[in-house]
């Protein structure tokens, strides 16, 4: 029985009164907690209640648990676009079949070049991102460039279409170490509305890939939601209750947590549950509290001064002069990009804010690492 099966029991909907329900003895308890923590626990750590009374107590205690189990490294990582193709209808998302601009496939060589310029900015934590599209940018298509990104990538990552078990199997004997594929959005009604067509329109199996990646023994499995889709409350929960999920079934794996935004992007999708800065602080709070070993990731979604701000509370990993269009760090300008970046920051510019803090940028050794804290 998959995820999907366990979330299929559930009215997801109800998930928020969960959330909204919170009383000062739950999130204490959920605070006091050392050991495992429960959905209610999850439920109470993001409830307003918790914001408006302990966020300060939340801050602190994310930040000691975060010191004591990574120190202050933050791995560095770098997205390459290798295609704005897709075959989807994502309401959200500019790369969508609706949208009608110059759609490109990089090339080996392109893709080369591109490599070049992301070691020439310090990066070995290369994260291949693509459209969906299984015609021109699937298997063979990685097959090929898997053993090129590895001339360049000590730790090697993909966001791309969902793909099947032994599919997976394969690109990690040509050297995958982590996949990260976001739900976007829990609820049923939702994910319908907002893909229209196109393989993604499967939220079946797009909620079982996790499970398809364990079993192929990727080592680390980036999960989510894109928060603005739908009730953030409502994502949130049923996100937990999918970590516990693989924290029960693929225990040797290792996760990551995103907390992407909407951010603009071409069709002009507006989002439906806006989250404010505080909000998302708290949220990443809370993921700490409620699972110490999670990798938690940052965008250049965010903006400068908020990705300074929160850097502290629980961040463990951090992309920093990013671009979302493919050609984007050796021919920059010449395609759209997927989504607008917030932090547009150069490398140096935020590594010198990161050492100004007390943190260590590494850029050559991306695999989880756990430090005592000094």
């Known amino acids: 029985m998959s995820f999907f099966d366990e979330l299929s029991k559930y009215d997801v909907d109800k998930f928020a009164s969960l959330v909204d329900n919170v009383t000062d003895a739950d999130v204490q308890r959920a605070l006091s907690k050392e050991g495992a923590h429960t959905i209610d626990d999850f439920a109470a750590l993001i409830s307003e209640h918790a914001r408006t009374h302990y966020l300060d107590v939340m801050v602190q205690k994310s930040i000691q648990l975060t010191r004591k189990r990574f120190g202050r490294c933050i791995n560095m990582y770098l997205p390459l676009y290798l295609t704005n193709l897709c075959s989807n209808k994502c309401a959200y998302c ?218 502290p509370a629980g961040i463990t990993a951090l992309s920093a002069g990013s671009s979302t269009e493919p050609g984007g760090y050796a021919h920059k300008g010449q395609n759209l990009e997927q989504w607008t970046v917030n932090d547009d920051r150069s490398v140096e510019d935020v590594v010198a804010a990161m050492e100004k803090s007390g943190f260590d940028a590494v850029f050559h050794n991306a695999s989880t690492t756990y430090f005592k804290a000094q």
Not at 182 to 207: F, I, N, W
Not at 298 to 308: H, L, M, N, P, Q
Request: proline content about 4%; charged content about 25%; hydrophobic content about 40%.
């Open 94 to 311: 500019g790369f969508s079949v609706m949208n009608k601009f110059k759609r490109v496939v990089l090339n080996l060589q392109e893709i080369e070049e591109e490599l070049q310029a992301m070691n020439k900015m310090g990066y070995s934590n290369i994260l291949l991102v693509s459209g969906e599209n299984e015609h021109k940018a699937g298997m063979p298509y990685f097959e090929q460039v898997l053993p090129v990104a590895k001339k360049y990538a000590q730790y090697l990552q993909m966001e791309v279409q969902p793909l099947e078990t032994d599919e997976y199997a394969r690109l990690k004997e040509l050297g995958l170490d982590s996949v990260s594929v976001y739900q976007e959005t829990y609820h049923p009604g939702c994910y319908k509305s907002v893909h229209l067509g196109g393989k993604k329109a499967d939220m079946r199996y797009r909620m079982e890939t996790p499970d398809r990646l364990g079993k192929a023994g990727i080592d680390k499995v980036g999960m989510g939601a894109l928060l603005g889709l739908y009730d953030w409350k409502v994502d949130l929960v049923a996100t937990a209750m999918h970590v516990l999920y693989m924290r029960d079934h693929y225990w040797k794996t290792n996760l990551s947590i995103s907390f992407p935004r909407l951010r603009p992007a071409q069709g002009g999708y507006q989002p439906h549950s806006p989250v404010s800065d505080g909000k998302l602080l708290q949220i990443i709070c809370a993921w700490r509290i409620f699972d110490n070993e999670l990798d938690l990731t940052i965008s250049t979604r965010e903006s400068a001064k908020f990705r300074d701000l929160i850097l």
